[in-house]
């Protein structure tokens, strides 16, 4: 295939170009790990504010910046219980916590241990059982199963440890790993932080860092285990996270290229053969035990194949040895003897081809882009996506991404403010302002995304009390609210133009109902809503080139989000909309998912609730152009808007009513319905029948 005595060097190069061309490259694996690590933060904060004690951490592929658009990755969260305290010494035993000690002896299997049940009020094993999470082992000890996090994630299946969600169309699927945290450093990783390689990596500064993140036990056995529902896994995946985070591009698209072989060769399919987990290890222990110097583009092709070597003797001898944890072994009980044999050809050949086996990988187009580079093919024959397209799908991605964390952290602290009292609101929002001053860089980022929608609620909730007590808003709600204005395009502002239109301030309501419809259609806005399980929403290409060219912080100019009043704000709700607050009857909650808390609420999406407003405010001020322009704008929004997939049902409603105030009742009996159809159960459009066929049989 290659006659150049230096074709190894010249393979390798152009093998990085290709890499760099399908987007792994410096900048855009630090815009992938910054997109991702944003949203982590934003839980993080949304659980501060909520008094939640559970972290959340996205691990794995996607906040590592080590995938593509062809390698498809999930998004991996895991979700850190702090109610339980698991120790290694009696002395980190805590008074009125669910304490566990954790057991590692000659009946668990390295890298795993059992947790023993202690007393909460004095630092002893317990005696009694207190549940069926719960069992007497032949010792006498009480340990805890690790089916006990079976099935709390809704709607979820389970996958060893993790619970895996499918994505919604356009986003990507989700593994949900629970587990709790360890009090101090695993004893049986205590050898890796005095371990020295030969490049001297990790170094001394990445061990120490490591060494101060969170360890924690997750819910799964070995699979060669005698006790498969008693043991937990020992987990490192922090530490493991930050030498990631600390590879240079070469060993990233050394690893990239690793899990494309695994996709394409030794995984057909969607068969689990070797993981991808194996593979990061094996990647970390060759760059543990090389020169550093070794590592370059040029080099590319002589370090993917000392991995595949590294890879093959694995699954020859059946043994990984865990990163972190040596006693580990990734592979015990992981292969049949068949199943070995095949590998164990699949990866001799591809090493022995020098490079010609990466040609049959098609995930990203990479095979035919290495032989466009390597003039074996002419380029005309081949349409790839562009450098320049790349670089848009992820950053558009990216963003979107970006604005449905914001969006569900929002949700999340609204059902948390919907059930407290406004001085339990108001220490919430204390809470948020310190990440606004104190906070590290990406802290603050995450608060100018998500506080101004907390803002413009807390502010809304206090309009609604005194609004309830003197039909007036006061100052320190306008103060609130105003301060929300920038959480994006539309839905803050429409929010302040609800609560001038419920005082009965036409003028100020319609100002600010002005310059957001000049503002929506000044930017390529994308209407957006994460109040359930829809479709990712469709994109221009305008709205794609403003991502790629600007930072994260151009979301709040280029989306509408819907709007959200929890009950609380209903004084601040216009009537037509405070029906939605009482969709549900008790039969239609027996068809709620649970994270459907949000039909509690009055939700509508913005632009229709923008020429809703204007409607009502025109129709109040006797300008009847103005009036029926607005109404044609409100029709023709629900007609063509394919965005509006979750809340339609919610402007055909507020459209009907509009109907029957224009005298058109067989109109709006056609919007009813039209809102049934999309939406059978939870749906206010049953109450606007029944009224608006009364109201005709009495002849009103």
Known sequence: MFQEPDYRENLSLMLSEVLHDIGVNERMVMRRRRHCMLRETMRIIRCR?????????????????????????????????????????????????????????????????????????????????????????????????????????QGAVNHGPSNATQGQHGFCDSDHVLAYPC???????????????????????????????????????????????????????????????????????????????????????????????????????????????????????????????????????????????????????QFTSEKKLELSKTITELIQSDGNGL???????????????????????????????????????????????????????????????????????????????????????????????????YGSVLASSSIGENNQVSPEACVWLSAGLNSDISSSRLKLASVFYSTGDMERAELILRHTEQQYYSYPVLPFCNCCRAARPAVSAEFMRVCSEQSENCIKHITAFCVRFIQKEINCVPRELQYEMFRSTQDDMIHRHQLDYWMDWAVVDSLPFLYFLQYKIYRHQQRHQDQQQALSKFIRTIEIDENLSTHRETALNILGQCMEQENKPQQALKCYLLSFQLRARNNAAKFHICKLLSRVLAGQ
């Open 359 to 457: 040609l049959r990988i098609n995930i990203d187009d990479l095979g035919q882009r290495l032989q466009v580079k390597l003039n074996m093919v002419l380029h005309g024959d081949y349409n790839f996506p562009t450098l320049l397209e790349i670089h848009q799908h992820i950053m558009t991605g990216g963003y979107i991404n970006i604005a449905a964390g914001t969006s569900h952290c929002h949700k999340l602290v609204l059902n948390y403010f919907n059930n407290k009292s406004i001085m339990t609101m108001k220490q919430s929002v204390s809470k948020l302002m310190i990440f606004r001053n104190n906070g590290k860089r990406l802290q603050q980022a995450a608060f100018k995304l998500l506080a101004p929608f907390i803002f413009t609620t």
């Open 49 to 153: 504010l909520t008094d939640n004690n559970v972290t959340t951490y996205y691990l794995g592929s996607q906040s590592e910046g080590t995938t593509t658009k062809g390698l498809d990755s999930d998004l991996d969260s895991l979700l850190l219980n702090h109610d339980c305290n698991i120790i290694q010494d009696w002395s980190e035993w805590e008074c009125g916590k669910e304490n566990y000690l954790m057991i590692q002896d000659e009946n668990t299997t390295p890298g795993y241990c059992f947790l023993q049940l202690l007393l909460s009020d004095e630092p002893i094993p317990a005696t009694v059982i207190p549940d069926e999470h719960h069992i007497n082992d032949r010792s006498g000890r009480i340990l805890l199963k690790n089916t006990s996090f079976n099935d709390l994630i």
């Open 183 to 333: 009090k101090s450093w695993p004893q049986s990783a205590s050898g890796w932080l005095e371990r020295q390689g030969i490049g001297r990596w990790p170094t001394q500064d990445m061990k120490s860092y490591a060494a101060y993140t969170e360890c924690f036990v997750v819910p799964t056995g070995s699979k060669v285990s005698e006790y498969p529902e008693l043991e937990w896994r020992i987990s490192t995946s922090l530490a493991e996270r930050c030498l990631i985070l600390n590879l240079n591009i070469t060993q990233i698209r050394c690893y990239v290229l690793l899990k494309m072989i695994l996709k394409s060769l030794l995984n057909p399919q969607d068969e689990i053969n070797v993981s991808s987990f194996m593979c990061k290890t094996v990647l970390l222990h060759c760059i543990e035990h090389t020169e550093q110097s070794i590592w370059k583009n040029n080099n590319l092709l002589t370090c993917l194949t000392y991995c595949l070597l590294e890879l093959h003797t694995c699954v020859q001898n059946d043994c990984c040895s865990h990163f972190i944890i040596e006693e580990n072994n990734l592979m015990a009980g």
